[in-house]
C-alpha cells in the first residue's frame, strides 16, 4: 500500500468521524429533537388578557421545564392567536396539527373557542388540555380532550349557594351572553340550583344580550322593574364590567355576581372605581392564598412579570405542568401515550389546587369566591367539591 492511498483511506476516516460526531451531537442533550406543542389562545380582540395571561404562566412554567426539558428534549411552543373567535379557534387547531405536527395543543380559553377546536383535535387523534374552558360539553368531545379546570357544573352551585346561604338573596335575576356558551350554560346551573336551595329568579327568561354589545341600559331597566335582590351575570369582563358601570349610573344597590370570566384586571378598569365595589365572582384561584405554594408562585411570577397573577395565568401554568408531568410518565411521545398519560394525572400538586383528572377528563377540585374592590379582587372564602 503506498502512502498516498492511506492518506485517503485516513482522510475517509476523519470525514465519516467527522459526520458521526455531528450525528451523535444531533442526539445528545443540546440537540435533541424539541417536543411541539401547539397553542391557541386570544392574544387579540376583546378578551384578550385571556389569551395573554395565559400565555404568561405557560412560558413561567416553560423556562423551569426546558432547564432539564423531558427527558432532554424541550418543549417548544407554537403559539397561534384565536382572536377570541371560534372559526379562528378551529383553523388555529387544524394548522398546528396539519402543518406543525404537534404533539399536543394547549388551549383555549373561552369555552365556545374550546368547542370549535376540540372535535378536530379529536378526530385527528391529538390530545388538547384546555387550562380553563368550563364548559360542560368540552370534554365530552372525546378522549384527547381533557381540562385543567372544573366545570360550570360546579361553579354554577357554588354561586347559587353564595347568594342563597351567605348573603341570605332571595329574588335573583339572570343577565345571559347568547352568544357564548360558558354563559348559557352557567346561566342554567345557577337558575336550576339557587331554585333548588329555595330562591326564586325573577323571570321566565334570561335577560339576553350578545358579546360585543355595549349599551345595557334597556336591559337593565327591565331588570330593574323585576325588583331583584342579586343579578348573576355569567359574563366575560368586557361586557361585564360596563354592564356593572352602566348599572350602577342608574342606582342599582343590590350586588352583582358572576363567575370566572370577571377574573380580569380590566374588569376594575371598564366598570370604573364606584361601579366595582361589592360584587362577588367565582374562580379558581386566589394570589391571596396564604399557602407556600401559592405565595412561592406569586412571587416567580412577580418577578418575571412585575404583576400580580390572575386565574388563568395560574392555570396556564399548572396545564404546563401536568402536560410536563404527562410527557415524563408517557411509555413514549405518541399522541396516543400522550393522552392516555394526560388522562392519569392523579393527585398533581399544582397552584390552583390538588388535579386530579376524572374518568370524564374534568379536574376535580376547590374554587373561590372573590370581592371585587377597586384595588382588585380580595378573596372571601374557598369551597371544596
Ligand atoms: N371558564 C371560561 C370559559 O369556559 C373562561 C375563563 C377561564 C375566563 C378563566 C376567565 C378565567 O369560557
Known amino acids: 500500500m503506498n502512502s498516498s492511498f492511506i492518506k485517503i483511506i485516513k482522510n475517509i476516516l476523519i470525514y465519516l468521524g467527522i459526520i458521526s460526531l455531528t450525528v451523535s451531537n444531533a442526539y445528545s442533550n443540546k440537540s435533541k429533537p424539541t417536543i411541539d406543542v401547539g397553542a391557541v389562545f386570544a392574544m387579540t380582540g376583546p378578551t384578550a388578557t385571556f389569551g395573554q395571561e395565559s400565555i404568561s404562566g405557560i412560558k413561567l412554567a416553560l423556562k423551569t421545564i426546558n432547564k432539564e426539558g423531558i427527558a432532554g428534549r424541550k418543549i417548544r411552543l407554537i403559539l397561534e392567536d384565536n382572536k377570541g373567535e371560534p372559526l379562528e379557534s378551529a383553523n388555529a387547531v387544524r394548522k398546528l396539527i396539519d402543518m406543525d405536527k404537534v404533539s399536543v395543543v394547549l388551549g383555549a380559553v373561552a369555552s365556545s373557542n374550546t368547542l370549535a377546536g376540540a372535535p378536530i383535535a379529536q378526530k385527528a387523534k391529538v390530545p388538547l388540555l384546555t387550562p380553563s374552558s368550563t364548559n360542560p360539553k368540552v370534554t365530552m368531545m372525546g378522549d384527547y380532550i381533557s381540562r385543567a379546570c372544573f366545570t360550570d357544573d360546579f361553579q354554577g352551585v357554588v354561586m347559587a349557594k353564595f347568594a342563597k346561604e351567605t348573603l341570605k338573596k ?146 396556564g401554568y399548572d396545564a404546563t405542568f401536568i402536560l410536563a408531568n404527562a410527557l415524563k410518565n408517557a411509555k413514549n411521545l405518541s399522541r396516543e401515550e400522550i393522552k392516555v398519560a394526560i388522562n392519569n394525572t392523579k393527585n398533581f400538586s399544582a397552584i390552583t389546587g390538588n388535579i386530579t383528572i376524572n374518568k370524564n377528563r374534568n379536574a376535580v377540585k376547590s374554587a373561590v369566591v372573590l370581592k371585587t374592590t377597586p384595588a382588585g379582587n380580595v378573596f372571601v372564602q374557598k369551597v371544596d367539591p
Open 170 to 315: 332571595s329574588r335573583a335575576a339572570i343577565i345571559v351572553d347568547n352568544a357564548n356558551d360558558y354563559s348559557k350554560g352557567l346561566a342554567k346551573v345557577f337558575r336550576q340550583k339557587f331554585q333548588e336551595f329555595g330562591g326564586t329568579i325573577v323571570s321566565k327568561d334570561d335577560f339576553a344580550y350578545q358579546q360585543k354589545d355595549v349599551d345595557f341600559r334597556s336591559i337593565l331597566r327591565r331588570v330593574k322593574r323585576k325588583k331583584p335582590d342579586v343579578i348573576f351575570v355569567p359574563g366575560y369582563y368586557t361586557e361585564v364590567g360596563l354592564i356593572l358601570k352602566q348599572a350602577h349610573q342608574m342606582r342599582f344597590n343590590v350586588p352583582f355576581l358572576g363567575g370566572d370570566g370577571w377574573d380580569s384586571p380590566k374588569l376594575q378598569q371598564l366598570a370604573g372605581k364606584e361601579a366595582i365595589t361589592g360584587h362577588y365572582l367565582s374562580s379558581h384561584f386566589s394570589p391571596d392564598d396564604s399557602s407556600p405554594k401559592v405565595q412561592n408562585f406569586v412571587k416567580e411570577f412577580k418577578k418575571e412579570y412585575n404583576e400580580r397573577p390572575g386565574a388563568m395565568a395560574a392555570l
